[in-house]
């Protein structure tokens, strides 16, 4: 039983090291994930505090989320992305502006848009969005497509 133990460490060291090769930075997640860019309901429409621009942006080696509301904007700190055995992304999000962080998992959808599954505070656990439905009205969330920047 012994000389199994002693086999199985080499097998365990390989294991680790293979997955901190796969240990991705935020950065690095976005990327092939695809959620670098800009990203809205209704890309044709001036934006407002419900459909506002928000796009993921790389500056400094560090990921940022990006909002226009059309009266105002703020840029935050993404430090955690990271993508899920099952496809989606999960994205935390440190708004300076609001004194928050929050977490939202996103899908994709099949003609390349995303759908945001849940968005919730991290510090009160509050959920905005759950099971992809807003949670004050229960409506659906309608998915966001990739607008190109003027």
């Given at each position: ?9 080499p097998a365990l060291a390989s294991l680790l090291a293979a997955q901190a090769a ?114 004050p009205s229960g409506g659906d969330i309608p998915p966001l497509t990739r607008c190109?920047?003027?």
């Open positions: 039983m012994r000389g199994l133990n002693i086999l199985a460490l796969l240990a991705e930075t935020p950065v690095e997640a976005a990327q092939r994930w695809g959620l670098i860019g800009t990203w809205r309901y209704n890309c044709g429409t001036p934006p407002d505090k419900i459909d506002y621009i928000q796009s993921y942006a790389v500056r400094n080696n560090r990921l940022y989320h990006d909002r226009n509301w059309g009266t105002g904007h703020d840029s935050s700190l993404v430090p955690s992305a990271v993508i899920r055995p099952d496809g989606t992304i999960d994205v935390t999000i440190v708004f300076g502006s609001l004194s928050q962080t929050r977490e939202n998992l996103l899908r994709k959808t099949p003609d390349g848009g995303a759908i945001v599954l849940t968005s919730r505070s991290v510090d009160t656990n509050e959920y905005t969005i759950k099971d992809g439905k807003s949670v190109s920047v003027p």
